[in-house]
């Protein structure tokens, strides 16, 4: 690995380009953080992607992505004197030791859970009103249910035992059924987003992202029915003239041929 001296050369370089590009492309020049702001998005879940299939040469591409993103903001943020890149490292390194203060305080703590609770009571005393201030609006729902359940834990509002949670599941999807039975369109949908939202907090007793794990799926169902629509063609096939009987045999196929070694 780079030593720190050629870990700040490159990062010097980064700065440099940036400069040079900010003054001379044409395109570069036009970017504002308005314009900038779906793209860095894009870039994130193509490095989210790149983690998720566990392809570390993908992760260092996109990582660097998103570190070009981060070098633009703050180069922007130069040019009208509000901040620079120094300012945005000199913050962030702000916030890592006030709330790491059994790292760089006298505070002790035994585990995981208790630093994350400190955390949590920390920003409430740097003036957030609510331990869920800091919980983008935008996230997608998933996302949003996953980071609400880990913040309130943090400060001790949460299930003692998985146990507990999984009978919580359990009393949703009655209700769910029950509301089912009545034909409510809306209290179903309501009941359905309980069920949702106590599976994801079940997950987080089990340590799974929930996010991470239906992605998996995601990836799993698409290449099991690109597979399927493969085999099918072979066969001169259109998938709209077969049985759902014949489609599962080619389906059946294709989670022993894409199963991947353990």
Not at 114 to 134: A, T, Y
Not at 209 to 226: D, H, M, S, V, Y
């Amino acid at each position: 690995m780079n030593s720190r001296a050629l870990q700040l050369k490159a990062f010097d370089r980064l700065l440099t380009i940036m400069d040079e590009l900010r003054e001379q492309c044409p395109w570069d020049k036009k970017q504002t953080m308005q314009t900038l702001r779906h793209l860095t998005i894009e870039e994130t879940y193509e490095l989210g992607d790149a983690i998720l299939e566990d392809d570390l040469v993908e992760v260092k591409k996109e990582l660097g992505d998103v570190l070009l993103h981060i070098v633009f903001y703050s180069k922007i943020g130069s040019e009208t004197n509000d901040f620079d890149i120094a300012d945005v490292c000199n913050s962030i390194c702000e916030k890592l030791i006030n709330r790491h203060p059994h790292i760089y305080g006298d505070v002790t703590v035994k585990d995981e859970e208790e630093v994350k609770r400190n955390w949590e009571n920390i920003k409430l005393k740097e003036g957030k009103k609510s331990v869920l201030e800091g919980v983008p609006k935008g996230l997608p729902a998933l996302v949003k249910a996953n980071r609400v359940q880990d913040k309130v834990a943090g400060v001790g509002f949460d299930w003692e035992k998985p146990e507990q949670v999984f009978e919580k599941v359990q009393e949703e999807l009655s209700e769910l059924q029950s509301e089912i039975k009545s034909g409510n369109a809306d209290k179903m949908e309501a009941e359905f987003g309980d069920v949702l939202f106590s599976l994801i907090n079940y997950a987080r007793f089990l340590n799974i992202n929930p996010e991470n794990a239906l992605e998996r799926t995601n990836k799993k169902f698409i290449g099991r029915f690109q597979y399927l629509e493969s085999k099918a063609k072979e066969a001169g096939k259109s998938l709209k003239d077969m049985t759902l009987g014949e489609m599962d045999v080619f389906w059946e196929e294709a989670k022993s041929a894409l199963e991947r070694p353990s």
